[in-house]
């Protein structure tokens, strides 16, 4: 059984930080591209951030760019999010997932094959 599990969201004001974690567990992630994404109410779910299986390259949408970091732990089932400067625009729930082998397509949710159920980032103004 695959699990992709977030942790880390929660309440917090403008220009505060929180930082996301991600566990995968139930097969070997290490050959896999993690990546976050993001799902407003009434809005597509969208990119946020994506690393590659090394670690040496890392991708970012626009609007997070310079105040979101992604990161791999140690063990390459882990992934973080280190957001910063967060904005109310930032409020949404927050999912991590694992496209196996994959190192095209980084943008769109149907390239990534696990998901995690989400945690819910709110920032107040």
């Known amino acids: 059984q695959v699990q992709l599990v977030e942790s880390g969201g929660g309440l917090v004001q403008t220009g505060g930080s929180l930082r996301l974690f991600c566990a995968a567990s139930?097969?070997?992630?290490?050959?896999?591209?993690m990546g976050w994404f993001r799902q407003a109410p009434g809005r597509e779910r969208e990119f946020v951030a994506a690393?590659?299986?090394?670690?040496?390259?890392?991708y970012y949408a626009d609007s997070v760019k310079g105040r979101f970091t992604i990161s791999r732990g140690n063990a390459k089932n882990t992934v973080y999010l280190q957001m910063d400067s967060l904005k109310p625009e930032d409020t949404a729930v927050y999912y991590c997932?694992?496209?196996?082998?994959?190192?095209?397509?980084?943008?769109?949710?149907?390239?990534?094959?696990?998901w995690g159920q989400g945690t819910q980032v709110t920032v107040s103004s």
């Open positions: 690393i590659t299986w090394g670690g040496a390259n890392a």
């Open positions: 139930g097969r070997t992630f290490s050959s896999s591209t």
């Open positions: 997932a694992a496209a196996v082998g994959k190192l095209v397509n980084l943008r769109r949710p149907p390239t990534y094959d696990y």
